[in-house]
């Protein structure tokens, strides 16, 4: 597990790990759409009434399944220590020093459940610790700060908190979380429930806060998730908040902005799921989201299936069966809230074994048609059974080429409403996808213009027009407009139009001669400039016309 330094607070992390899809998806269905107390109880109802066994006993006791549970996955004769992180002989157990014994995370004391059963031999709250280390611990609260524990120096304790290592803050919490979710008063004498303060009693527990944070900071490592596992083969109930950490801030923080699912749509796209409308802006920048050995996207898709809630992320292969972390930065509400930094969620990632390499049929009958404000595009659906979605392109130049630079949104119905308006005319093409994510040919091509009455209409004043498509690469339009003669009785002026780059060095002269009043456009690309080839970058273009001068930037990807 790596934990993340307060640095990195404004990532969202997302933790996909290996299980069957068929298993996992039966042991948590029924939870889609639940958050806040209804999440807790459907939960709740599916892990109690566990398999317990003895604390110490002849027969199969907590002793054995600890060594199990907790073996060291680089030497079978060892367990690895909680708090101090040592490997130490699974016999090495007992109560003398530097044996290891059994820690309760959930100490006892709250709840005063001792070593009964159920939660005093319920091995998910329980961990190998140096005999100790456990001493020193106690029946602490979990909050930052103190002094380092001697024996386990990665550790902190104050007069009312202790602080875990870095590498098992999100063990700890995920483990505070079961418990909480678990004991809910019905089949016991104690509900368990977290607290927002240190120095706690009863069958209370803190600090709530800070356990939810260290959730997100520590993602789910392949340690925890194999634990998680071998105690199903015991007690037949999993921890929730291993196979889905996300859990977490939809049951405590459902009032905010956070991610409520991740899920994989085919070989290399995941659809993530928020709790609140995104600002398309940040969701649609590559640059916010990551994924271990993939890195950025290949495109940030919002508004995906039409629902302003969802983002697909494509990456350049498919994903394997194993997990992965995905991080994702600067996302907003549409109401301008930022979410809550480091938001977790988990997915499950099938690699697909026998690669589908039949595309769709190209949709047909498409149309676009102007209604109020918005351009309304409509086309037959489409057949096929394994039909993922539709990808729409919009360009500024006739027989456009489609590409990641012209892609404006993606649906899985065969209807779109576009509210953007250009002043010119615009085209359109769509294609499908399927589950494989083998896309279709493109349509055949439609065209729309709303902007103005028509294309020959004399315009009143001088004006630039963002390029489209904008970030781009290699090529991008530019369009402006020429006002009608002055007051001078001037028919015709110079008109100029350059390309600088961030530090004002001139790049390129687009137009420099006269034009008569009317509406331009001009082809910029990277391609025609010879022995200059342009990096990534912003870039800026001016046009000037007489005492007119106007300035716009433009994003170059590569």
């Known amino acids: 597990m790596k934990f993340l330094s307060s640095k990195n607070l404004s990532v969202i992390i997302?933790?996909?790990?290996?299980?069957?899809?068929?298993?996992?998806a039966q042991y948590y269905s029924g939870i889609d759409g639940l958050n806040g107390t209804a999440l807790k109880s459907t939960l709740h109802d599916k892990i109690d009434n566990h398999t317990s066994f003895p604390y110490s006993a002849s027969s199969t006791d907590v002793w054995d399944i600890l060594k199990k549970t907790d073996e060291d996955p680089n030497n079978s004769s060892n367990v690895i220590l909680l708090y101090s992180g040592r490997s130490q002989s699974k016999n090495s157990n007992g109560g003398n020093s530097?044996?290891?014994?059994?820690?309760?995370?959930?100490?006892?004391?709250?709840?005063?459940?001792?070593?009964?059963?159920?939660?005093?031999?319920?091995?998910?709250?329980?961990?190998?610790?140096?005999?100790?280390?456990?001493?020193?611990r106690g029946n602490l609260d979990f909050d930052y700060g103190g002094t380092a524990v001697s024996e386990a120096p990665d550790?902190?304790?104050?007069?009312?908190?202790?602080?875990?290592?870095?590498?098992?803050?999100?063990?700890?919490?995920?483990?505070?979380?079961?418990?909480?979710?678990?004991?809910?008063?019905d089949d016991?004498?104690?509900?368990?429930?977290?607290?927002?303060?240190?120095?706690?009693?009863g069958s209370n527990f803190g600090k709530k806060s800070v356990l939810l944070e260290w959730n997100r900071l520590?993602?789910?490592?392949?340690?925890?998730?194999?634990?998680?596992?071998?105690?199903?083969?015991?007690q037949k109930n999993y921890n929730p908040f291993v196979d889905h950490p996300e859990f977490a801030d939809r049951i405590y923080n459902s009032d905010k902005l956070i991610i409520e699912k991740a899920e994989q749509v085919?070989?290399?796209?995941?659809?993530?799921?928020?709790?609140?409308?995104l600002n398309s802006t940040e969701a649609e920048k590559l640059s916010n989201y990551k994924l271990d050995m993939f890195g950025n996207p290949l495109l940030a898709t919002s508004m995906f299936g039409g629902d302003a809630k969802k983002v697909l992320l494509t990456f350049n292969e498919s994903f394997a069966d194993t997990f992965y972390n995905v991080r994702v930065s600067n996302i907003q509400s549409t109401s301008g809230e930022s979410i809550i930094p480091n938001s977790i969620a988990l997915f499950i990632a099938d690699e697909i074994a026998e690669a589908d390499t039949v595309a769709p049929s190209v949709p047909t009958n498409f149309t676009a048609t102007h209604n109020d404000d918005e351009i309304n595009l409509n086309w037959t659906a489409n057949s096929e059974s394994d039909l993922s979605h539709y990808a729409i392109y919009r360009g500024v130049l006739q027989n456009f080429t489609p590409s990641i630079y012209s892609l404006l949104t993606t649906v899985t119905t065969n209807s779109f409403a576009d509210s953007e308006i250009f002043d010119y005319r615009v085209y359109y093409k769509i294609s499908a996808f399927d589950k494989s994510g083998n896309e279709s040919d493109y349509s055949e091509e439609a065209s729309i213009l709303v902007g103005v009455e028509n294309e020959n209409t004399k315009p009143s004043q001088f004006s630039l027009s963002q390029?489209?498509?904008?970030?781009?690469n290699p090529t991008t339009?530019?369009?402006?407009?020429?006002?009608?003669?002055?007051s001078r009785g001037m028919s015709e002026q110079i008109v100029t139009l350059k390309i600088y780059n961030v530090l004002g060095k001139e790049i390129a002269t687009l137009v420099n001669e006269t034009k008569t009043s009317g509406h331009y456009e001009v082809t910029f690309t990277t391609q025609s400039l010879t022995g200059n080839k342009l990096s990534s970058g912003l870039y800026f273009y001016t046009l000037s016309v007489g005492n007119f001068r106007e300035t716009k930037s433009m994003l170059l990807l590569k």
């Open 218 to 234: 520590d993602p789910v490592s392949a340690f925890e998730r194999n634990r998680n596992r071998v105690i199903y083969s015991y």
């Open 155 to 185: 550790c902190k304790k104050d007069g009312d908190s202790w602080e875990p290592r870095d590498e098992v803050k999100g063990d700890v919490a995920r483990m505070m979380l079961y418990m909480t979710v678990r004991y809910e008063g």
């Open 266 to 277: 085919n070989g290399n796209e995941v659809v993530l799921t928020f709790s609140k409308e």
């Open 14 to 24: 997302i933790s996909i790990v290996l299980i069957s899809t068929s298993v996992f």
């Open 98 to 136: 530097n044996d290891w014994n059994r820690e309760h995370v959930w100490a006892k004391s709250h709840g005063d459940f001792g070593t009964s059963r159920p939660a005093g031999t319920d091995v998910h709250h329980l961990r190998p610790t140096d005999v100790s280390v456990n001493s020193s």
């Open 467 to 472: 390029n489209y498509p904008n970030p781009f």
């Open 477 to 486: 339009v530019i369009r402006y407009s020429i006002g009608v003669e002055t």
């Open 188 to 201: 016991t004498s104690y509900d368990l429930e977290l607290v927002d303060y240190t120095g706690s009693s």
